[in-house]
């Protein structure tokens, strides 16, 4: 394989250095002795470098393009996983934003959730003191009804009093009165 690189290489440069001398008088130059000779000692003197050149620099040549390729090769490796690495990240990163706009609207809705439960939790107590004050008013209510009728009652009850004894004192003579003093007497004494 090495040998046939070579030779192609040659043939290349064989090639192309005709063409180059064909054309170094106009493009009519005829094949002479001095001309023939003077192109054989170039094509040798072309084989002989490129032998030197094969034989000194080849395997550094060779160890250089073929470090050049591993290198390549071993870049291109590096970016192929960097970027798969890449895309990773950028899936998960992707992935983290849907999951936060998912927690934002799940945070919105616990909290909207737990401001209810709360609303519903004062307006029920306000519920439930306000019946607690309704009971107790009422019930304060009729304790001072009760005291206010047992006041008018005992306010009643002596102005009665007063009455019956007015009029008693009015329609009962003394004669009346000492009957009634005496019936009593007989009744408690009998009893």
């Known amino acids: 394989m090495k040998r046939t690189v070579f030779f192609a290489v040659l043939l290349t440069a064989l090639a192309i250095s005709s063409v180059a001398f064909a054309s170094a008088e ?29 034989k000194f620099a080849g395997a550094k040549v060779k160890d250089f393009f073929v470090g050049r390729r591993d290198g390549i090769k071993q870049d291109l490796d590096d970016l192929q996983a960097r970027q798969a690495e890449a895309e990773k990240k950028l899936k998960d990163v992707e992935a983290s934003i849907a999951n936060m706009a998912q927690e934002k609207q799940q945070i919105l809705e616990d909290a909207k959730a737990q401001g209810e ?17 309704t009971e107790q008013a009422q019930r304060t209510a009729s304790n001072e009804a009760q005291a206010a009728i047992d006041t008018i009652r005992g306010e009643m009850a002596e102005m009665v009093i007063e009455a019956a004894q007015k009029i ?19 009744k408690v004494v009998l009893n």
Do not use: P
């Not at 106009?26 to 000692?41: E, R």
């Not at 709360?118 to 004050?133: F, N, V």
């Open 117 to 133: 439960s709360i609303k519903a939790a004062i307006i029920e107590k306000a519920k439930r003191d306000a019946e607690a004050l």
């Open 168 to 186: 008693v004192a009015e329609k009962l003579s003394a004669e009346d009165h000492d009957k009634l003093v005496d019936d009593y007497l007989t």
């Open 26 to 54: 106009g493009g009519h130059a005829v094949f002479t002795a001095d001309n023939v000779k003077n192109y054989g000692l170039r094509i040798l003197n072309f084989v002989i470098f490129a032998f030197l050149l094969y």
